[in-house]
T-cell receptor, first 113, second 115 residues
Framework: ETGVTQSPTHLIKTRGQQVTLRCSSQ?????VSWYQQALGQGPQFIFQ???????GRGNFPPRFSGLQFPNYSSELNVNALELDDSALYLC????????????FGEGSRLTVL | AQKVTQAQTEISVVEKEDVTLDCVYE???????LFWYKQPPSGELVFLIR??????QNEISGRYSWNFQKSTSSFNFTITASQVVDSAVYFC????????????FGKGTRLSVIA
């Protein structure tokens, strides 16, 4: 069983640029969610996707957007990067119809200079 | 609104000592789930336990045990005979009973176990 994989693992961008982060969900999982974890903080929910549609969103501005593909993989896009966007971005997947734990990837660490 | 508080920012213990990580939560829901996750330096959040609010029995899994007290809104985590491999950041989290809402995490407790 393949776990949640994310790419890239590390990246550096400059303020104003755009970034795309990718996530492959665990086999059989149809729901993907994204979390932002700033240094020294707990993860904060960004949004969740099910059947290629966003079905839940946290307190993040519209420049944070996402996609889910038919194979359940997902992308997180952030436009007009700001210094405060520097964080670890975690992807998590689960089966929507099985109430259970989220399975997390190792994250993509974004540094904005 | 839901909230999770982990008052201990950092804890250091010597190997083989017992250590308890505190978690206090707030929710208006009468039914909910509570979780503990471990985050090693690699960054991945590793699931440790899920407990629903119906079940107040304490749980033990090897060296790990959890004490859920609904009356005080606490869900504490104890590691017995700590080991260096237990060094990590530990997060307590909360979600509603449907499991379809996002997890609300505390800020985490960084545990350092010294050999």
């Amino acid at each position: 069983e393949t776990g949640v994989t994310q790419s890239p693992t590390h990246l550096i961008k400059t303020r104003g640029q755009q970034v795309t982060l990718r996530c492959s969900s665990q086999s059989g999982h149809n729901t993907v969610s994204w979390y932002q974890q700033a240094l020294g903080q707990g993860p904060q929910f960004i949004f969740q996707y099910y059947r290629e549609e966003e079905n839940g969103r946290g307190n993040f501005p519209p420049r944070f957007s996402g996609l889910q593909f038919p194979n359940y993989s997902s992308e997180l896009n952030v436009n007009a990067l700001e210094l405060d966007d520097s964080a670890l971005y975690l992807c998590a997947s689960r089966d929507r119809f099985i109430t259970g734990e989220l399975f997390f990837g190792e994250g993509s660490r974004l540094t904005v200079l | 609104a839901q909230k999770v508080t982990q008052a201990q920012t950092e804890i250091s213990v010597v190997e083989k000592e017992d250590v308890t990580l505190d978690c206090v939560y707030e929710t208006r829901d009468t039914t909910y789930y509570l979780f503990w996750y471990k985050q090693p330096p690699s960054g991945e959040l590793v699931f440790l336990i899920r407990r629903n609010s119906f079940d107040e029995q304490n749980e033990i899994s090897g060296r790990y045990s959890w004490n859920f007290q609904k009356s005080t809104s606490s869900f504490n985590f104890t590691i017995t005979a700590s080991q260096v491999v237990d060094s990590a950041v530990y997060f307590c989290a909360l979600s509603d009973i449907s499991g379809n809402t996002p997890l609300v995490f505390g800020k985490g407790t960084r545990l350092s176990v010294i050999a």
